[in-house]
Nanobody, 122 residues
C-alpha cells in the first residue's frame, strides 16, 4: 500500500501559476508511476498527467504546454507545475500511484491521495 499526501493547492488568478507536490510513502516498489487527476464540481475525475520512475511523461490534451510533471525518486515525490491557469482548471487535484507497470495513460492507478483544491478566478 502506498500513502500519498498532496500539498500546494490554493486560489490564483487566471494566467497565474501554482505548483502542486505529492509525497509518497509506505510499500513503494522500485519502479512505479505517479500521476495527477482532477475532479471539477459535477464532473468525473479526469487524468491530468503522469510520470514513470524514469521520467516517461504523459499529459491530457487540455494541459499540454501549460502543465509540467516532474519526479524526484530519491525523495519519493512528484510535482505538477501549472502555468497559464484558466478558470476551467478549477478542481480538486488528486495524486495517484500506479503499480501495474503501465507507462502512459489514465489506467492502472490504484492508490489515491486526499486531494487538494485549486481555484482559478477569472
Amino acid at each position: 500500500q502506498v500513502q500519498l499526501v498532496e500539498s500546494g493547492g490554493g486560489l490564483v488568478q487566471a494566467g497565474g501559476s501554482l505548483r502542486l507536490s505529492c509525497a509518497a510513502s509506505g510499500r513503494t516498489p522500485s519502479s512505479y508511476r505517479l500521476g495527477w487527476f482532477r475532479q471539477a464540481p459535477g464532473k468525473e475525475r479526469a487524468f491530468v498527467a503522469s510520470s514513470t520512475w524514469n521520467s516517461i511523461t504523459s499529459y491530457a490534451d487540455s494541459v499540454k504546454g501549460r502543465f509540467t510533471i516532474s519526479r524526484d525518486n530519491a525523495k519519493n515525490t512528484v510535482h505538477l507545475q501549472m502555468n497559464s491557469l484558466k478558470p476551467e482548471d478549477t478542481a480538486v487535484y488528486y495524486c495517484a500511484a500506479d503499480l501495474s507497470g503501465r507507462v502512459v495513460g489514465s489506467g492502472g492507478f490504484s492508490n489515491w491521495g486526499q486531494g487538494t483544491q485549486v481555484t482559478v478566478s477569472s
